[in-house]
């Protein structure tokens, strides 16, 4: 069995597995693909309703967003092998979707699959879990609060505020990234160890310009090279 690219929409694909599984919860992922020396591929799938992460080499971040569909609970759980496959590039971007389907021996005998829009092409790669290594599931452990996102259009400093938790970090952006706009964004941050975001802590702002970084962040978007990120505590005026 060989995994290629399918002719699916997201709406088929979707349509396809809500008549072939019971059960349904709202999940998240992240794709990691590298060919640096020697090619690598991750993912990470994140349920927070049944409170259920899948992990392999990827262990943190969410995008893009769709739905984990299962029969039995019980069977997620413990290494897995998998397989992801994505929309041919037949199928027109805005109706693109990536498919995770997991498995345990047998190849093609899938106990849950994951299916998610996938606008901005973040996955063009295939896996065959019989050729990989495969992953984990893990039970979901992980703090998520609103956070607030804030730069002014005259300056280069960007500020994250997460008032929940009583914490901000902030970084600046490079010369020629911020072209004199502002940014003022609602969203959410999660972490999986919140003693990591103690005072004085820095962090890395890890952005690959691919073509799906500059679908989504625009002349946002950079990498850098040293943790210029610094956690610090916030109080509330």
Same mark, same amino acid.
């Given at each position: 069995?060989?995994?290629?690219?399918?002719?699916?929409?997201?709406?088929?694909?979707?349509?396809?597995?809500?008549?072939?599984?019971?059960?349904?919860?709202?999940?998240? +992922?992240?794709?990691?693909?590298?060919?640096?020396?020697?090619?690598?591929?991750?993912?990470?799938?994140?349920?927070?309703?049944?409170?259920?992460?899948?992990?392999?080499?990827?262990? /943190?971040?969410?995008?893009?967003?769709?739905?984990?569909?299962?029969?039995?609970?019980?069977?997620?759980?413990?290494?897995?092998?998998?397989?992801?496959?994505?929309?041919?590039?037949?199928?027109?971007?805005?109706? +693109?979707?990536?498919? %995770?389907?997991? /498995?345990?021996?047998?190849?093609?005998? /899938?106990?849950?699959? /994951? %299916?998610?829009?996938?606008?901005?092409?973040?996955?063009?790669?295939?896996?065959?879990?019989?050729?990989?290594?495969?992953?984990?599931?893990?039970?979901?452990?992980?703090?998520?609060?609103? +956070?607030?996102?804030?730069?002014?259009?005259?300056?280069?400093?960007?500020?994250?505020?997460?008032?929940?938790?009583?914490?901000?970090?902030?970084?600046?952006?490079?010369?020629?990234?911020?072209?004199?706009?502002?940014?003022?964004?609602?969203?959410?941050?999660?972490?999986?160890?919140?003693?990591?975001?103690?005072?004085?802590?820095?962090?890395?702002?890890?952005?690959?310009?691919?073509?799906?970084?500059?679908?989504?962040?625009?002349?946002?978007?950079?990498?850098? %090279?040293?943790?210029?990120?610094?956690?610090?505590?916030?109080?509330?005026?």
């Amino acid at each position: 069995m060989s995994i290629q690219p399918i002719p699916e929409t997201y709406k088929q694909a979707y349509e396809e597995r809500l008549e072939k599984y019971t059960y349904t919860a709202a999940a998240s +992922a992240l794709f990691f693909f590298s060919d640096a020396g020697q090619e690598e591929q991750g993912v990470r799938i994140e349920a927070p309703e049944i409170m259920k992460e899948f992990v392999d080499k990827v262990t /943190f971040g969410r995008d893009p967003v769709g739905t984990l569909f299962y029969n039995n609970i019980d069977d997620i759980q413990g290494a897995t092998k998998y397989n992801v496959t994505y929309s041919q590039t037949s199928v027109p971007n805005d109706d +693109a979707c990536v498919v %995770v389907q997991f /498995f345990g021996h047998t190849q093609g005998k /899938f106990y849950a699959e /994951f %299916v998610g829009r996938d606008p901005a092409r973040t996955v063009w790669w295939t896996v065959d879990g019989t050729q990989h290594r495969g992953g984990s599931w893990n039970s979901l452990a992980l703090t998520t609060a609103t +956070a607030y996102v804030y730069k002014r259009s005259t300056e280069s400093n960007v500020s994250i505020t997460i008032t929940p938790i009583r914490k901000q970090v902030s970084f600046d952006l490079p010369g020629g990234t911020d072209t004199g706009k502002n940014l003022s964004v609602w969203g959410n941050l999660s972490t999986n160890d919140i003693s990591k975001l103690d005072k004085g802590g820095r962090s890395f702002i890890p952005q690959e310009t691919k073509a799906s970084d500059v679908t989504a962040l625009g002349d946002m978007r950079f990498t850098s %090279v040293d943790p210029i990120a610094i956690w610090d505590d916030y109080v509330p005026e």
